[in-house]
Each structure stands twice: as C-alpha cells, then as structure tokens.
C-alpha cells in the first residue's frame, strides 16, 4: 500500500456501531438493522484518507470484537488507526430512523460510560499522537459525553496549538449529549479559544453561544446567508484567535427535500457558496462531517476561501447521496461537481 503524501492531519473522537432501521421502518417497529460505524470526527479522518491525506484518528475503543472491527473498518478506508487505544468499557452505539417527507429522522444515543465518554485528560500522549501533524481537528459531540472526555478534548486542542498544529473544531451541538450537567456555552468556549477554524451549522452558534442570525427561521427551514456575516463577526470579537468561520446552510422543504449551501468567513471578507437541490435525499447523516473534512482539504490545498468553500460544499452535497457515514467520493468528483458537472448522468 502507497503511503499518503502531504500535510498529516489528526483527528479526536468517538467512533460508534451505528444500528439504522430500513427505509420506511421505525425504530419500535423493525426487527432489522443496517450495521456500520461513524462517529464525527472519525468521518472526518475517513473523507481526508480518501482524498489521499495521512489522517489519523485518535480515541478509544474496547479490547473486544467490536472495538477490533470498529478499527478495521477506519482502517480499510485509509485511516492511520494506530492512535486508537484499548481501555476497559464499552463501545456507543447510536440507532438511526431514517426519515421521508414530512417525517423527520430521528437518532437514539446509547454512548453512557463507553470508553471515550471515560477518557481523561492524561489519557493521552499528544506529544506522541501530534508528532508531524498540520492540522487537528475536534468536535463538540466528545466534550457533550462526560466532563472527563471535556477535559480530554480540551488537553488535545491545547496540545495541538502548542505542537504548532492548526485547529479546527466543529460546534457540532447535540441537545440530546449534554446531560452530565456542563454548559454547552461554557465548555465549548475553553474550546473554541484554542481554535483557528470554527466550522457550524445553521444554528449551532445559537444553540451554543446564543449568538442567532437575523433574517433566518431555521424551524420553518428558511436560511438567509447574509445574516451569517454578522453571526460570524461576533464570534470573531469573542474568539479572536478564530481566522476562518464556516457554516452549512440547510434548508429544510421535508426530510427527503432540502437546498444546501454554506458561507465562510475570513478577516478578509465573507463568501457564500451556489446552492444546491438535493432530492431525493439517500442518507444525511455526516454531511456536516463531509463539510469540514472538504475544508480541511482544500485549505491545506492552498486553496483561496472561496474556492475552499465551495469545494466543501460539494463534498458534503455528494455525501447526501451515500448510505452511511462516511462520504466516499474523490477529489476528482468534487472537483467536478463545483465545477458545475451535477446532472447526474451515466458516465460511461
């Protein structure tokens, strides 16, 4: 196997058994599931192995069958696993109901006491994990676990500042996570202090920081772009080592239906991207993911930020189309896509 070329890029999290119903199933109702695994930031690292990066994923899973096959599967899609550790627990589990129309999907968490949601700050050795690495990426889905894994979170991005390492976190905000008694707002923020990308999507600087753009309904699925300069100014006077904010702009028409966009800013200025028609939708679930893991991409690329943006956009458009997690797409066919190539046709 060809070793990867280009900048190293690390990634912290959890990976997951996702367990999702078939289409049309409920939860309640199914005796099948589809099995697979994902996690956001282990999608993250799988989308940049894809595009021919050396990313790596660091975490921990448990010394048994599932948390071996967990590894595997990072694995076979090109990702360096060897900062994936073994430790006593469990492996989370999430269970997905795959929407239609007008009835939304829903996800159910089973991640209590896995072997992320037990890791500490001195569960780690970033010097190690960090040697050589660009870039180091991280959520707030890990934080949202347990005030342990906070600290662990925390430790790896004040780690990857002092190795020299850009840092990009995604807000990622999951009401249904915080429940060991942290403040999203305040957690988050030790956090994002650290950061030099902040990566969102259409409400998670509200739901996080209280920070909401004007002009956008995001319960009636109406997103207006121009709103998010503003969102994204304030959060540069409260972060100001931030020097690029990126966030996804869906909007909802149903579950199958949505447009799909995204804007960036920079000290320099402030891009939207074209916006795309996905219907009918196969599979949502990661597009976030798929969005940073294009910014991340094409900015180590050298790409300017507009075309950065754009060619995150795509990306996550293409992972809309695919059933899992991870978006399995190359540079080639993102590239075409931002390009203007999205009829669909037979490539023969």
Request: contains cysteine; glycine residues 12%; aromatic residues 8%.
């Amino acid at each position: 196997m060809t070793t990867p070329a280009g900048p190293r890029v690390v990634t912290f999290g959890e990976i997951m058994l996702r367990l999702a119903a078939p289409e049309g199933t409920r939860l309640a109702g199914t005796q099948h599931f589809d099995a697979t695994y994902g996690g956001g930031e282990a999608n993250v690292a799988a989308s940049l192995a894809g595009y021919g990066l050396p990313a790596a994923f660091v975490s921990r899973v448990p010394a048994n069958d599932l948390g071996e096959s967990a590894v595997r599967f990072l694995r076979g899609l090109g990702v360096d696993t060897s900062g994936v550790g073994t430790a006593a627990g469990r492996l989370g589990i999430y269970f997905l109901e795959p929407g239609a129309s007008q009835r939304a999907s829903r996800v159910i968490y089973d991640r209590s006491d896995s072997c992320m949601a037990t890791a500490t700050a001195g569960s780690f050795d970033w010097e190690r994990l960090l040697d050589g690495a660009a870039w180091f990426h991280t959520t707030g889905i890990t934080p949202a676990l347990s005030a342990a894994a906070a600290g662990a979170a925390l430790a790896g991005v004040r780690a990857a500042r002092a190795a020299g390492a850009t840092v990009s976190v995604d807000l990622n905000y999951r009401a249904k996570l915080w429940g060991w008694g942290g403040s999203a707002a305040e957690v988050m923020a030790g956090i994002v202090a650290e950061a030099d990308v902040l990566i969102g999507n259409e409400e998670d600087a509200d739901k996080v920081f209280g920070i909401r753009a004007p002009g956008s309904s995001v319960t009636d699925g109406r997103v207006d772009p121009a709103g998010y300069a503003s969102v994204a100014a304030t959060l540069s006077e409260r972060f100001p080592r931030l020097r690029t904010i990126a966030f996804t702009q869906r909007g909802s028409i149903s579950a199958s239906e949505n447009t799909w966009s995204g804007v960036l800013w920079t000290r320099d200025g402030f891009h939207v991207a074209r916006s795309y028609r996905i219907a009918p939708i196969v599979d949502r679930v990661g597009a976030g993911d798929s969005f940073a893991a294009g910014l991340i991409y094409a900015l180590l690329d050298g790409r300017a930020p507009g075309a950065a943006l754009e060619f995150a956009v795509a990306a996550s458009c293409l992972k809309h189309t695919i059933r899992g997690d991870v978006n399995q797409v190359s540079v080639a066919e993102v590239d075409a896509l931002a390009g203007g190539s999205g009829s669909g046709r037979v490539e023969r």
